[in-house]
């Protein structure tokens, strides 16, 4: 796996489940072009507008829930993450011996130029468009009581347990699938793991049948004697 594939592999492990949304497809596609004909003129995209001015009340509130949820611990877990993940892959590109002044390096370089708090700035704007301040309020009164507060301890070892569980519900059902296409696909034989319900291949003809191993001669070892005594 390259790098830059298992950092972004990474970082989805470690981003919460609501961050990973799929962005909404553009409402105005560009018209596809028929050759032989003069490309259609298209007006220049508009210049993106300036973010607006977050109301500081607003975002005061927005960042108390995020310090509530320890939602605002993710900028420290990213860089934990991703660094652990360099040094996972380092291991096998460059010798044993090179690997501590290369995650030094990679360290002294790396975390002053991506400050935790740059993530929180970041994911502000984010709950500013999806909660008004009076929905902010109520998640905070919520995540301020006694249930608010068991619920962040508990829920990233439920969410990852519930993900287990849901991984083992759906695997077999994804195997048994790809096993009803070998017959069309038949490289996906050499890609499944054995069927443990599939009848055993018969032995090639003339092959000798197998005989029993012949008894061992090393005689059968004494109990030992170390240890409490046998009732």
Not at 18 to 43: D, L, V
Not at 116 to 144: H, N
Not at 188 to 197: E, G, I, R, T, V
């Amino acid at each position: 796996m390259k790098l830059s594939i298992a950092l972004i592999a990474a970082l989805l492990c470690m981003a919460a489940p609501g961050m990973a949304q799929t962005q909404p497809a553009t409402s105005n596609p560009k018209p596809a072009h028929i050759p032989g004909q003069t490309a259609p003129k298209t007006e220049a995209p508009a210049a993106a507008k300036p973010a607006e001015k977050l109301d500081p009340a607003k975002e005061a509130a927005i960042r108390h829930l995020l310090d509530l949820t320890q939602t605002s611990k993710m900028g420290d877990n990213l860089n934990v993450g991703f660094t652990a993940e360099v040094k996972r892959q380092m291991s096998g590109a460059i010798p044993p011996e090179q690997l501590p002044k290369f995650m030094e390096t990679f360290s002294q370089k790396y975390v002053p130029n991506a400050p935790a708090s740059a993530v929180t700035d970041a994911i502000v704007p984010i709950y500013a468009k999806a909660f008004t301040m009076e929905e902010i309020q109520g998640l905070t009164k919520f995540y301020e009581s006694p249930l608010g507060q068991h619920a962040v301890q508990v829920m990233p070892q439920v969410s990852q347990e519930s993900q287990f569980a849901g991984v083992q519900v759906d695997r077999p059902i994804v195997i048994a699938t790809l096993r009803g296409m070998e017959t069309e696909y038949p490289q996906l034989k050499q890609m499944l793991p054995p069927d443990p319900s599939a009848p055993a291949e018969a032995a090639p003809a003339g092959t000798p049948p197998a005989t029993a191993p012949a008894p061992s001669t090393t005689p059968t070892p004494k109990p030992s004697t170390i240890g409490p005594p046998q009732n």
